[in-house]
């Protein structure tokens, strides 16, 4: 196996340690932890189900499978989601971290991941033995026209919206992908957690009248237009985590091609791998409830709205950052200094400032140049920041 990296979040101590110095307090972007209450609604269906003595079913009840192909329909433009082809998850990062072992994947296969992204991609192939390959396009897999070689993937990832740098894959892109991993005997699994959090209708704008993006205008991959209607060799993965503020509870999904979702659910059911039945109950109630997903999307918004006129105020320039949860953010000096992890040296100013925010080179080295910076934060603290960056922003 290829051995682990070292967690990368040590690293940050020393900047934590300064921005905790400043006057008004450390105001950490860091980390993209949800610090908003669980709704009631979904507090009230765990709660209700806390008698829970028998074993849950690691495939989830049915109820919850049928709400989640209820949830494609409604939210996501997906008509025709098999039930028997969804899986409930302990959170979708074991998820990302044992599927390609849960797959079968091996010493001799790759996996392939984009280039600046999630971690726990490139830790999922290094579980499983196999290698880890950042991709920036599907070039970086050989030739786009040829049939598989060497370099050919096992299992590629998509992440849409991304984690970090916000950017959305339109379903041109997607098609295009989709269409090439079939060429190639590729398994696609796509990471979807911030589907949700779509900032293109803006809510500072008014977004739409449900409060929620547009079914559909984050595509999945298991979308008909992307998709041609078969799920065939296709993953989505999705998180209520974030949308719901449940990360806590650990209550995730994996949803597509039905042999697939067989596959790695006989190996959950021999391996223990299944959701406690109070969670899924939570899960059936978080995913039958559009309300509570929009109040938390105008939460963040807002702060999104603010915190990002702050930063272009004091001179910092976001790149992407369509949706999710994040801004990706750099600055003249910062990008133009060549490669490597620049993004240190915003960390240095926003520490100065008492903001703790991530380095891009978290996210693998093409990201060096930007730094990831968190919504999830109180009103207060995001108020609080912005009024430090506008300090800034007038040269003080
Ligand atoms: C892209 C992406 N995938 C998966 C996860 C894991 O989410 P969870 O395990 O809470 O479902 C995260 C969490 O930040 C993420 O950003």
């Known amino acids: 196996m290829e051995s682990l990296p070292d967690f990368p979040w040590d690293s940050l101590a020393p900047y934590k340690e300064r921005a905790s110095s400043h006057v008004g307090g450390l105001i950490d972007l860091s980390v993209g932890t949800p610090v908003d209450p669980t709704p009631d609604v979904v507090r009230a269906a765990l709660t209700a189900a806390a008698d829970a003595h028998g074993y849950p079913q690691t495939w989830g009840t049915p109820a919850l499978r049928e709400a989640v192909v209820a949830w ?7 008509p025709d989601v098999n039930p028997d082809g969804v899986l409930p998850t302990i959170g979708s990062k074991e998820l990302v971290a044992w599927l390609p072992t849960l797959l079968g994947a091996g010493p ?49 990832w998509l992440n849409s919206p991304s984690n970090p740098t916000g950017q959305v894959l339109d379903h041109e892109h997607l098609t295009k992908v989709v269409r090439w991993a079939r060429q190639h005997g590729v398994i696609v699994a796509s990471d ?23 079914p559909g205008a984050v595509p999945s991959i298991l979308d008909p237009r992307v998709c041609g209607g078969s799920h065939e060799g296709l993953l989505a993965v999705y998180s209520l985590s974030k949308q719901s503020s449940m990360a806590g509870y650990r209550a995730a999904f994996v949803a597509g091609d039905p042999a697939l979702v067989g596959r790695l659910l006989e190996i959950r059911k021999h391996a223990g791998m299944m959701v406690p039945w109070p969670v899924q109950q939570a899960m059936l109630a978080a995913l039958t409830d559009d309300t509570h997903v929009a109040e938390q999307r105008v939460r963040y918004g807002i ?11 004091a001179g910092y320039r976001i790149d992407y950052s369509d949706a999710g949860l994040y801004l990706w ?29 991530a380095p891009g080179s978290f996210y693998g080295a093409a990201g060096g140049r930007h730094v990831r910076i968190a919504l999830t934060a109180t009103d207060e603290r995001i108020g609080a920041a912005v009024q430090r960056l506008a300090h800034r922003g007038q040269g003080g």
Do not use: N
Request: glycine share 10%; with cysteine; aromatic share 6%.
């Open 72 to 78: 494609f329909a409604r939210r996501r433009g997906v």
């Open 108 to 156: 001799g296969d790759v996996v392939a991941f984009p280039a600046v992204a999630y971690p726990t991609y490139d830790i999922g192939a290094r579980l499983a033995g196999a290698s880890p390959q950042p991709m920036h396009s599907l070039t970086d897999l050989g030739p786009v026209t040829t049939g598989p070689s060497m370099t050919t993937p096992k299992l590629l």
């Open 192 to 214: 979807e957690c911030y589907a949700e959090l779509d900032w293109r209708a803006d809510v500072m704008a008014g977004g739409t009248s449900s409060g929620l993006p547009t």
């Open 303 to 313: 702060r999104r709205w603010h915190l990002r006129t702050a930063l272009e105020h």
């Open 329 to 357: 953010v750099t600055r003249r000096g910062v990008e133009d200094a060549g490669a490597g992890s620049r993004c240190w040296t915003i960390l240095d100013e926003m520490a100065d400032l008492g903001i703790l925010v």
